[in-house]
């Protein structure tokens, strides 16, 4: 029902870094411009997902397709890491996911209007010069749906793929009451 389409995860190193030292080290893996952004950006391949590096030892996985994936980029990062003497094993504090962006489809056309009123004013924003999509929060579900007139549905800020697909199955039983009444 639901598809995962990006994970963000996020971790922290127990040391601060010298990036400048870090993107020389690691050029090949590593782009570095302090004066266009503070984290250095790790990137394994060209399809690979993004990990940001910040001075702190923070980092940020993004595009990953699953928390596996995610779970091995950063044994691969800490790796690289280790490796170059940069960190040693003891300096991983944590790492976690943070969301997860899915993507759904209700399979039909939608009046983004009459559905803004029909869930509630209270729970959607709905401004279609400005952005256009219906943006919906539900009240039992900790995240975001982004809902569009094709019927395609944008689902961030889950904390994983059962919210997900929860959050969607609430819409979709929403939507077909909407309908019949």
């Not at 266009?36 to 990990?51: M, N, S, T, V």
Request: net charge negative; aromatic share 8%; hydrophobic share 40%.
């Amino acid at each position: 029902m639901v598809q995962v389409v990006n994970v963000v995860a996020s971790g922290a190193l127990d040391v601060e870094l010298d990036l400048e030292t870090v993107a020389r080290e690691l050029d090949d893996v590593v782009d570095y411009d302090p004066e266009k952004y503070p984290g250095a950006y790790f990137r394994f391949g060209d399809d690979e997902p993004l990990i940001t590096l910040y001075r702190t030892g923070k980092y940020i996985i993004t595009g990953a397709s699953s928390e596996a994936e995610a779970g091995s980029l950063r044994d691969k990062f800490l790796t690289l890491l280790n490796r170059h003497g940069i960190v040693s094993d003891a300096d991983d504090a944590w790492f976690t996911v943070q969301n997860y962006v899915c993507m759904a489809d209700m399979e039909r056309s939608l009046n983004l209007s009459a559905l803004a009123i029909g869930l509630g004013l209270e729970v959607t924003e709905y401004e279609p010069e400005q952005f256009p999509g219906l943006v919906y929060r539900p009240h039992d579900h900790a995240c975001v749906l982004l809902v569009f007139a094709s019927g395609k549905v944008v689902i961030t800020g889950a904390s994983d793929v059962n919210t997900a697909g929860d959050a969607v199955t609430h819409l979709r039983k929403q939507i077909d009451d909407l309908l019949s009444g």
